[in-house]
């Protein structure tokens, strides 16, 4: 059975500070990875996609994927209030797989 | 540039009762998910399907949980006899067809069940 696993949390960050967030997934078949931000009562908004070893930086977001650790991350720079949410790693085969998400990690950003 | 609409956002059916939650991908897109969110869970696959096929249902419950996407109109989630621990949240997701491999949510459809 395929698993994610992520620190629930809550994760408290200062406003500025670099948030780290983890992940590890069991399948070593997985070969398309995300990372989705859900504020409470709302819906997952996607913020990150990654497919191959290394890092991948968009803005004040960057994802890392380590295959062989089976480990994939999400910094967030210059964190800001508005960036308090929950986090969900998600994984899938690739191709048009259905994703098996983690719960989530709750982060708390500090003014 | 419509996103992926559900509707109704909020439905309350009794025990017993049938509900439909209904999901239009965006345009441009020809692959269809739903997950189910309990509370205090992770979101859990349910389905996936294209037009007029089920492609994957390894996620569905085996009994009163259906779902269908017809070559005209959105797809419809229906999970017939409604009991309380079907109360949750049911988001549908979609993807385009040249990166099948990317799910944007929808704002989903709360359901409670009295």
């Known amino acids: 059975q395929k698993e994610v696993e992520q620190n629930s949390g809550p994760l408290s960050v200062p406003e500025g500070a670099i948030a780290s967030l983890n992940c590890t997934y069991s399948?070593?078949?997985?070969?398309?990875f995300f990372w989705y931000r859900q504020y409470s009562g709302k819906s997952p908004e996607l913020i990150m996609s990654?497919?191959?070893?290394g890092d991948k930086e968009d803005g004040r977001f960057t994802a890392q994927l380590n295959k062989a650790s089976q480990y994939v991350s999400l910094l967030i720079r210059d964190s800001q209030p508005s960036d308090s949410a929950t986090y969900l790693c998600?994984?899938?085969?690739?191709?048009?797989?259905?994703?098996?998400f983690g719960k989530g990690t709750h982060l708390i950003i500090q003014p | 540039n419509a996103g992926v609409m559900q509707n109704p956002r909020h439905l309350v059916r009794r025990r017993g009762q049938e509900a439909r939650l209904r999901c239009s991908p965006m345009?441009?897109?020809?692959?269809v998910y739903w997950y189910r969110q309990l509370p205090e869970e992770g979101l859990k696959f349910m389905v996936y399907?294209?037009?007029?096929?089920?492609?994957?249902e390894s996620g569905m419950p085996k009994e009163r949980f259906s779902a269908e996407f017809p070559k005209e109109g959105p797809s419809i989630l229906r999970i017939q006899q409604v009991v309380r621990g079907d109360s949750a949240a049911y988001f549908c997701?979609?993807?385009?067809?040249?990166?099948?491999?990317?799910?944007?949510f929808g704002a989903g459809t709360r359901l409670s069940v009295l």
């Open positions: 997701a979609s993807s385009p067809s040249w990166d099948s491999r990317v799910q944007y």
């Open positions: 399907l294209q037009k007029e096929n089920i492609i994957d």
């Open positions: 990654i497919y191959s070893n």
């Open positions: 345009k441009g897109h020809s692959h």
């Open positions: 399948d070593r078949g997985s070969q398309s």
């Open positions: 998600a994984v899938s085969g690739g191709g048009a797989d259905g994703l098996t």
